[in-house]
């Protein structure tokens, strides 16, 4: 599975847009990228994941580049609740490493 | 329940002993993964199944860890021996296992919520 890296930390202010970065530049053509994040003791939670298209849903959206190397996480209107780790991972079968992720932190 | 279930959610034991923590996935899930998450840290791959084998055992720390799973289903964690470094929370997830390849594959995992393991 492909190494990803996302920055340790970041902040964002209450109601707006928390664009989180992921690397992911060694990414095969069949590995998927996937994010879930993971609010303080409990276990992580699934967010999106995708192939090559940009995808959204009721959580967030995710923005994949064209060639693949890098992608975006977005929380449209962030909150408190969305403080947490935020962890990319690009996988392919059934092997999910999960990297230190991004601890994400929402200011009022 | 609808979701991962793990048991015990909470186990102090002494160093030497043995623990078995239990992991109960959803129900027709036919992957199993275990990872560990100690203090402030992320989460250490251990072992995944597809059905009842364990095609990657490559995150089992030591031979003192071990996992087995029947029946497709309840799968059981041991630490034989225990050491103060094998504190952590142990979590287990399940998925369907539906790795199509190339096309549009439903790989999310489910987690529990962890059985915290404090060895004294």
């Known amino acids: 599975d492909a190494k990803t890296t996302q920055p340790p930390s970041m902040d964002c202010a209450e109601g707006r847009a928390a664009n989180l970065p992921c690397n992911h530049s060694t990414i095969s053509g069949n590995e998927y990228v996937y994010w879930y994040r993971q609010i303080h003791s409990q276990g992580p939670q699934y967010i999106i994941h995708?192939?090559?298209n940009n995808e959204t849903n009721e959580m967030a959206s995710l923005i994949i580049t064209e060639d693949r190397k890098s992608s975006t996480l977005i929380l449209p209107h962030a909150t408190l609740r969305d403080t947490a780790v935020y962890y990319c991972i690009a996988q392919y079968g059934q092997n999910f490493v999960f990297g230190p992720g991004t601890r994400l932190s929402v200011l009022p | 329940g609808a979701g991962v279930s793990q048991s015990p959610s909470n186990k102090v034991t002494e160093k030497g002993k043995d623990v078995e923590l239990r992991c109960d996935p959803i129900s027709g899930h036919t992957a199993l993964y275990w990872y560990r998450q100690s203090l402030g840290q992320g989460l250490e791959f251990l072992i995944y199944?597809?059905?009842?084998?364990?095609?990657?055992k490559s995150g089992l720390p030591s031979d003192r860890f071990s996992a087995e799973r029947t029946g497709g289903s309840v799968s059981t964690l041991t630490i034989q021996r225990t050491q103060q470094e094998d504190s952590a929370v142990y979590l287990c997830a399940s998925s369907l296992g539906r790795f199509l390849g190339g096309s549009r594959q439903s790989g999310e995992l489910f987690f529990g919520e962890g059985s915290r393991l404090t060895v004294l």
């Open positions: 995708g192939l090559k």
């Open positions: 199944f597809q059905g009842n084998s364990a095609p990657d």
